[in-house]
């Protein structure tokens, strides 16, 4: 099975901050990746897909990049709303697995 | 309005059964690839089972495989999940998601959930 890493589990942030989230696959997925933003008893919601694309809707200060086994998750300018929890998701090979989460919190 | 709606959580024994549904509204429900993800109380998330459009494709995480089974009545817009010899480890919220695309695919689309307990 693939190995999905994310790295920090906790951040703490201001609003305005600029924050990044990096997400470690233990073989290369090419840009099989997604991120997901989940608030707490709530489903997740698709932020990005194939590593760098944008889901319809979602604000534009949320950015992918990386390829292979090396990926960033960046919020631009944290907004009160973007206080949640983070997970990235590979699906280039069965079994399908996601980063153990990120929470980011206010500073 | 795309719409995922799961039915069918409850409080069980270890050892018995439940059956899931999750149903769908908004979309081409026979065009995409969907799948089951679960989150156990506290924890992140984890991938159960997906399914192809049409049904004829299956997959299934090691720690449900030969216990759990995942179908889909595209006349009804629903998903189903059979989930047989239930353990505590598998206490868990369970989300139906639907693929982007395909069933290779990242997921777009997410119920509110439905809770499995299993406690004896």
């Known amino acids: 099975d693939i190995q999905m890493t994310q790295s920090p589990s906790t951040l703490s942030a201001s609003v305005g901050d600029r924050v990044t989230i990096t997400c470690r696959a233990s073989?290369?997925?090419?840009?099989?990746l997604a991120w997901y933003q989940q608030k707490p008893g709530k489903a997740p919601k698709l932020l990005i897909y194939k590593a760098s694309s944008l889901e319809s809707g979602v604000p534009s200060r949320f950015s992918g990049s990386g390829s292979g086994t090396e990926f960033t998750l960046t919020i631009s300018s944290l907004q009160p709303d973007d206080f949640a929890s983070y997970y990235c998701q590979q699906y280039d090979s069965y079994p399908w697995t996601f980063g153990q989460g990120t929470k980011v919190e206010i500073k | 309005e795309v719409q995922l709606l799961e039915s069918g959580g409850d409080l069980v024994q270890p050892g018995g059964s439940l059956r899931l549904s999750c149903s769908a509204s908004g979309f081409t429900f026979s065009s995409y690839g969907m799948s089951w993800v679960r989150q156990a109380p506290g924890k992140g998330l984890g991938w159960v089972s997906d399914i192809s459009g049409s049904g004829d494709r299956t997959h299934y995480a090691d720690s449900v495989k030969g216990r759990f089974t995942i179908s889909r009545d595209n006349s009804k817009n629903t998903l189903y999940l059979q989930m047989n010899s239930l353990r505590a480890e598998d206490t868990a919220v369970y989300y139906c998601?639907?693929?982007?695309?395909?069933?290779?695919?990242?997921?777009?689309?997410w119920g509110q959930g439905t809770m499995v307990t299993v406690s004896s």
């Open positions: 073989q290369s997925i090419s840009s099989w």
């Open positions: 998601a639907k693929s982007t695309t395909g069933t290779d695919d990242a997921f777009d689309i």
